[in-house]
Nanobody
Framework: QVQLKESGGGLVQAGGSLRLSCAASGSIFSISAMGWYRQAPGKQRELVAAITSGGSTNYADSVKGRFTISRDNAKITVYLQMNSLKPEDTAVYYC???????????????WGQGTQVTVSS
């Protein structure tokens, strides 16, 4: 089993920045990719960004140029730097981990509990 612990959510004004962190522990040998999903009220959960252990990344079109995903392999921690935040970025953000194919496809085995990000206008 892999445990994911998220931190860094909060309330920020539009145009501001936040950084989310997600630390993995447990059977980390079983994961090769980590990522962030988000779910806004009344909407489906969507992939925000993902990164493999080799550093390959995927981004949702809506966040390209504003969000950056990075990974510290030594700490088994993934970060999401969110800049130029918009009210529509308001959601619960979930960390995910597994093989790349499942992380990108939305079916990773491991999920964090989620952290709320609220962007006020």
């Amino acid at each position: 089993q892999v445990q994911l612990k998220e931190s860094g959510g909060g309330l920020v004004q539009a145009g501001g920045s936040l950084r989310l962190s997600c630390a993995a522990s447990g059977s980390i040998f079983s994961i090769s990719a980590m990522g962030w999903y988000r779910q806004a009220p009344g909407k489906q959960r969507e992939l925000v960004a993902a990164i493999t252990s080799g550093g390959s990344t995927n981004y949702a079109d809506s966040v390209k140029g504003r969000f950056t995903i990075s990974r510290d392999n030594a700490k088994i921690t993934v970060y999401l730097q969110m800049n130029s935040l918009k009210p529509e970025d308001t959601a619960v953000y979930y960390c995910a981990a597994d093989r790349r194919s499942t992380v990108v496809a939305g079916s990773p085995r491991y999920w964090g509990q989620g952290t709320q990000v609220t962007v006020s206008s």
